[in-house]
Antibody, heavy 118, light 108 residues
């Protein structure tokens, strides 16, 4: 079974750094891109960007360029999303998704809730 | 950036009724449109890809149609588990993707 398992919920203070993870299993990790999607409380889905696990090439949405960093560790079949200085407005659920058949998102990870509050 | 506009924002229907959801794009996306279902507390799930193809395991009561700028997701007869939020997504301008704002299908 193809699965993406994300790291657990985080509570951070403004200005702190954070890295969350997304581990793939049930398929060859380097065969598919990984995308990240943000969902702010009670809101819709926002595509953040994507990373190619083969060579770590990234494309970021203009809305997120410079605010987050995507990376991978091929040896661990894991993708990461990182912030160097969190803001309260980063409070959201973050999903990773495999870019699969015909470049659509399938499946998705279960989501990681990030709460940033002083 | 391509903007996707979903309507209505909320659809109130009873089990067994037909649901028709609309997604309009600000520019043509050919048939590069997908629909996702999201239930409360769960991750989204791919329902329809390339405008009209059902993803693996998706029941036949879900169907998609359209091309260019106007797309429709139809649920022929609502089951209790179908009450959820539905999002459309375009990938015509890969790798820059956008989602619609969502349509909530609620029990009347």
């Amino acid at each position: 079974e193809v699965q993406l398992v994300q790291s657990g919920a985080e509570v951070k203070k403004p200005g702190e750094s954070l890295r969350i993870s997304c581990q793939g299993s049930g398929y060859r990790f380097t065969s598919n891109l990984i995308s990240w999607v943000r969902q702010m409380p009670g809101k819709g889905l926002e595509w953040m960007g994507r990373i190619d696990p083969t060579d770590s090439e990234t494309n970021y949405s203009p809305s997120f360029q410079g605010h987050v960093t995507m990376s991978v560790d091929k040896s661990q079949n894991t993708a990461y999303l990182q912030w160097t200085s969190l803001k309260a407005s980063d409070t959201a659920i973050y999903y990773c998704a495999r870019v699969g058949l015909r470049n659509w998102f399938d499946p998705w990870g279960q989501g990681t809730l990030v709460t940033v509050s002083s | 950036e391509i903007v996707l506009t979903q309507s209505p924002a909320t659809l109130s229907l009873s089990p067994g009724e037909r649901a028709t959801l609309s997604c309009r794009t600000s520019q043509s996306v050919s048939s590069y449109l997908a629909w996702y279902q999201q239930k409360p507390g769960q991750a989204p799930r791919l329902l329809i890809y390339d405008a009209s193809n059902r993803a693996t395991g998706i029941p036949a009561r879900f169907s998609g149609s359209g091309s260019g700028t106007d797309f429709t997701l139809t649920i022929s007869s609502l089951e209790p588990e179908d009450f959820a939020v539905y999002y459309c997504q375009q990938r015509d301008y890969w790798p820059f993707l956008t989602f619609g704002g969502g349509t909530k299908v609620e029990i009347k």
